[in-house]
């Protein structure tokens, strides 16, 4: 199977993080990392999104 990598402005839709958030989560270990993809440009693994997603804890009303 082909791993989907994702650039920064989808992750940030989809986690709802501002870039700032995202690289500051990173710094504390509690957001994946990306991975070079070019020499100026990273993205993050599908899979990795998905399952910080779903650690995630789901709000109740």
Known sequence: MIEKH???PLVEHL?????SSIYELM???Q???PIRIGRRAVA?????????LESR?????
């Open 27 to 29: 710094e504390l270990e």
């Open 15 to 19: 986690t709802g993080l501002s870039r």
């Open 6 to 8: 994702l650039r920064r």
């Open 57 to 61: 804890p789901i709000a109740t009303t």
């Open 31 to 33: 957001f994946p990392r």
């Open 44 to 52: 993050w693994r599908e899979s990795d999104i998905e399952a910080w």
